[in-house]
């Protein structure tokens, strides 16, 4: 069974419209489960109702026009209930809707159960039989998995056609994705290319015949080249019989193999890539129909030799691509690499499919205070290619080819968004204290975007998190600590005599070096942060000695340690600093600077380190809060992982109570805090943080003059009461409910407006 499901599962997901890969589905799951029907309804929200989509048994002319609405009938109720429903006799049963135009009187046995996808029901699947039974526990459960199988690749379908339905009309296109630095962007798609499979191309026809033949053959003849070459240069150290296999990669490129079925798809109007990909996903199926195992697994071979043509048809159609005055980066997985590469001027914003908002790629984006939005749906990336977008940001939406009023809208919006971005420019120079005088240091959280740093030195009250890793990350391989000591030096300077805090490598989780590379199944429940540089204690003593080298004669330099879970790391790392302090005194014993020993303090990011801050408080100097990954832990959320990227809720309850009695315990033990998180950089997070005690937060500089301009607009004794009612509420959504009437009720509601985005016109 598990064979048919993957046959099943495969065939469908080949299918280049939605029509095809329904049609197919019904068809194959009728034939494997032995039954005399198959339907899908697809769910129609516009309608409120499930349209008959396919069908193998009911009336061929109700296939597109027969509608139920969500409450209505059978399928109405497997829709509702979200789980399968297995009758013997269906017309018996008091949900029952008798649809004549569908003819399914002579249908008795019904198995019907919902298509999910990511909480959304997107259908409903039947199975219908004459015979009056309930079909078996196993006929379910394959229908079952199957759903759970294909609910992903039918989302996935349908946005493909809808996609080409834009194409072909030139409607507007909308995707949703988790919106992450905010903003609104208008500009033109730039696609940059992940690493080549089939199923980022999209099926696509050219009136120019020859010319996609003639860059067929191109790719060709340049594939060719790189098996001789590769061939030539492994000659010397792989024996004859391995170097067969170029032999057979160059026989299959040839004209009367690969080249004449390429041909007759080129003949049918296929552009080169698509009668490429018609080609090889053909062979492939072919292969691994065969018995034998030898021969089933040249379908591999097969594989790599078409992604080899295809690279370098993509790199031919590519050569002479250039960057948008208006660029909107689309990418499979967004890397600080491409970022780096579009100039700076032209970059407006950015669409990962896949991380998410909380991902430190992410983070990097809102440091440079570009929009960006996260974990929108598996498409064929290239279907992208040089389109006009818009990219709502505050909404997380994507327009594809937008109509000229909603483009007319959303550039009001952004001026909008510009003029009330320069009313916070304006007052970069005021001090940050609310109306009854509380005074609230808003430091920076630096070492992404150092150009941009260099500019806040001197509005900011110092840097509550130099991320060391960063800098560690550009490069080849690990600096040595003189390189280190010039880096951290430039930095402690830039910002004297504010204080700098420097957090000691933290690597792991998604941040990874190349030359130190860490592989793990859960990277974030396992080899990261003080955990790796306890373990590799000559990187821990480099480290610290370039830090407090590099601190003589400033005095502006605090260590803070990351991903502390346990009193006996905060004790190892304690007797490290001592060490490399003693070695540099007697190393620096005649120099003119004196050898000052930092103040040390932790970073509270791991569930455990709430319940350890009595015993902590007589060691360290101070701690600081990192929220991003507090929240993570608390809520089991892995914030890398789109599929649960709406599960991260900072504004959650327990996420809220945490920090409140982090700050109250603070205060009782006389230890300094601060929050280094994302969530202090949203001015909704400043408001409820300093109703809560927090008097340092730091931040992205992008977010710096926002928070403050609404913090001067304040008391706190009104943010006291509304922290009360964020502490009593039971979910988030109550939370972003009270903020937003809170925000209403001082007038401040005008940082509300992009919660409002236009729609598109039909």
Known sequence: MLATLRSIAEAVSQQENLDDALNLFVSMVKDAMQT??????????????????????????????????????????????????????????????????????GFNAFLSVPVVHQRKVLGVIVVQQKNTRVFSDDEESFLITLSAQLASQLAHVEIQTLL???????????????????????????VVLPKLEFSSIESAKSENISG???????????????????ANCLSATLPKEALAVFEVYQQ??????????????????????????HVINDLITQFEAMQDPYIKERAVDVKDLGLRVLHHLVSTESVAKSYHEQTIIIADTLTPAMLAEVPKHKLVGVVSVHGSANSHASILTRAMGIPAIWGIENIPLLQFDDKPIILDAYAGRVYISPSKVLTQEYEALKLKDSQLHDRFEAEHDLPPITLDGERVSLLLNAGLDLSAEHMSAKYCDGVGLYRTESWFMQRGQFPSQAEQEQCYRDVLSRYHPEPVVMRTLDIGGDKVLDYFDIEEENPFLGWRGIRVTLDHPELFLDQLKAMIKANAGLGNLQIMLPMVSHTEEVDDALLLLEQAYFELQEEWADQFYQIDKPEVGVMLEVPSSLFLLPEWADKVDFCSVGSNDLTQYLLAVDRANARVAELFEPYHPSVLRALYKIARDCQSLELPFSLCGELGGEYEGAILLVAMGYRRLSMNISALNKVKWVLRRLKVEDMEELLDKCLSASNAIQVHRFIREFLISHNLEELLYTHSSPKPQP
């Open 36 to 105: 005399e029907c198959c339907s899908i309804y697809f769910a129609d929200y516009s309608r409120d109702n499930f349209v008959l989509m396919a069908s193998d048994g009911l009336n061929p002319q109700a296939v597109g026009q027969f509608r139920i609405g969500f409450t209505e009938g059978l399928v109405g109720l497997v829709a509702q209930r979200e789980e399968p429903i297995n009758i013997a006799h269906a017309q018996s049963h008091p949900r029952f809707k008798h649809a004549p135009e569908v003819n399914e009187e």
């Open 164 to 190: 080409k339905q834009e194409a072909s009309t030139h409607k507007t296109s909308v995707l949703k994705g988790v919106p992450s630095a905010p903003g609104i962007a208008l500009g033109r798609a730039y």
């Open 212 to 230: 996609q033949r003639q860059l067929f053959r191109q790719a060709v003849a340049a594939t060719r080249q790189e098996f001789h070459i590769l």
């Open 252 to 277: 299959l490129l040839d004209a009367r193999s690969l080249g004449e079925k390429v041909d007759k798809e080129l003949d049918k109007g296929w552009d080169a890539k698509s009668a490429l990909k």
